[in-house]
């Protein structure tokens, strides 16, 4: 997965499937947590976009977070953010990167898997 921040704050999510799982209409690769409910996204969806960093692989995984109070810090879980690191465990660094809505999902122009387009933030700077 590759995470790119456009110039205009909206943010481009590659997800790079591999031609012997990937099936479009079963896994877009990206999902979004409502309670205790995970399901793939779908254009429209809003969330804040939660990021996670693999130290030991440097693999970087996303996902929605549709809980409009913000992301919880594993320090203190009511302590809840919209922006900013979240914590670290198990060489995984957690950041929270704003509410946004998924505007679009489309296959990769080469390769397997989707590009989906994410707006800029609804709340800067929370």
Known sequence: MKIVTRKNGTVRVEVIGEREWYDPEVQIGMCIYTGD??????????????????????AVDAYLWADPDGVPGNSNPAIKRLNGWRGTTNDVATFARGWRQVESISPRKRGVGVNIVLSAEFVPDA
């Open 37 to 58: 409910i995970r399901r793939n996204v779908r254009v429209g969806d809003e969330g804040v976009l939660v990021e996670r960093q693999y130290f030991r692989s440097d």
